[in-house]
Nanobody
Framework: HLQLVESGGGLVQPGGSLRLSCTAS????????IGWFRQAPGKEREGVAYITSVSESTYYADSVKGRFTISRDNAGSTVALQMNSLTPEDTGVYYC??????????????????WGQGTQVTVST
């Protein structure tokens, strides 16, 4: 059973950057497609980005394209989300999610089986 943990959230000023990390206890993330999602108060959960397990292709929501980058480390232990040029609309709880190798992933939360607890990102002066 894949257990995911997010870290790296916090308070940042508009225009600043944060780097979020997603790690697994006892598993290599090489065998899973990993997605990042966020949810702000009063809004639906939104798919942000994902990376596939075999081809390691990356995909981004239009709202973050050009500002956010998803990547894996060489050991397969971490999937990171580098967030640049942050705006207040990026505020929310960020979650990482995983799905097994044989499934493609996506920006829909229903595509994923495993979820972390979330980490808060606040973009404000």
């Amino acid at each position: 059973h894949l257990q995911l943990v997010e870290s790296g959230g916090g308070l940042v000023q508009p225009g600043g950057s944060l780097r979020l990390s997603c790690t697994a206890s006892g598993f290599s993330l090489d065998y899973y497609s990993i997605g990042w999602f966020r949810q702000a108060p009063g809004k639906e959960r939104e798919g942000v980005a994902y990376i596939t397990s075999v081809s390691e292709s990356t995909y981004y929501a239009d709202s973050v394209k050009g500002r956010f980058t998803i990547s894996r480390d060489n050991a397969g232990s971490t999937v990171a989300l580098q967030m640049n040029s942050l705006t207040p609309e990026d505020t929310g709880v960020y979650y990482c999610a995983g799905v097994d190798l044989d499934y493609g992933g996506g920006l829909d939360s229903e595509d994923y089986r495993y979820w972390g607890q979330g980490t808060q990102v606040t973009v404000s002066t």
